[in-house]
């Protein structure tokens, strides 16, 4: 066995070598990001905030904040959510050293942190003290046709701007505990998700920054923090020059980049691509491997839209699809910096960037 990882170890190194592209990984938990590293990633470059969510120790917290019926209540659900979402971060941070971490602030719909049957609302209504019916009204209420097409990502904080607020400030504290106690000099990347107008990102940008500088001062140090965006809605790949006046990097959501481009279900499209793939409508699930020519088109425009206003630009991929060989030469050809994949496929990752750089090095 020490002889495979020996040798692994030495193909790994090899593959090294040769690659342009970093590779980063989707990571959000200390084990994850500590499994990421051993596997080799060079950074987080997809921190999804929500599974934190989850945990059962704050999705009480979690619950009364959406349910709320005012801001102030909604403030005093978040305060009580702060401090684990503090620890959430500096766990990630202290696993990835000095390396890039990217923090993709809340997502999804909120909806989907609330219980749907009645006895469950039952339960919850009791833990937090309000009426069965009017709970039942209130999550009813917060139910959409088209949730993916929703009330999530960044409009998430146009509405709720103190859900972000509390994330900005939780990252902020962080790198600055894990730079006091542990010396540990992190430069956290905040990225916002959903992104399709160019007035969302110049409203979180300056609540982001806003934030951030409060904390700094009250603290008295400085984080070098960055502040970027998804590129996954096809009109903020339309309107990049725009989009990249206020963002330091970008990072490709080919999952929703994928379902809205094709108009496929990211959740439900299985049934019928399955159909699909026998008659040979396509030859794979775009969902496993970019279509290059449909939603990469849309990829390259970006980035030279992007590059037209902000030459420097940091730019990387953090769909399914930054851990597909064929998908990441394609990535390596049209110029991005990094890819992110799940911890697993890290090795795999750095053998195909370096596969790609061989292959296109004539
Ligand atoms: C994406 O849309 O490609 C992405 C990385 O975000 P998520 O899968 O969390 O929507
Ligand atoms: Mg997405």
Redesign the pocket.
Known sequence: DADLIGNFGVLMEWADEFRRLRVRTNADTPRDSEIAVKFGAEGIGLCRTEHMFFKENRILAVREMIISKTVEERKKALDKLLPFQKEDFIGIFRAMGCRPVTIRLL?PPLHEFLPNKDEDIKILAKEIGVEFNALKDKIEELKEFNPMLGHRGCRLGITYPEIYEMQVKAIILAAIEVKEKFGIEIKPEIMI?LVGIEREIEIIKQLINQTAENIMSEKGMKIAYKVGT?I?VPRAALIADKIAKHAEFFSF?T??LTQMTFGFSRDDSGKFINEYREKEIFEKDPFARLDQVGVGKLVEMAINLGRQTRKDIKLGICGEHGGEPQSIDFFHRIGLDYVSCSPYRVPIARLAAAQAAIRNSN
């Open positions: 997502d998700p998804m996954e959501g999952n929703d």
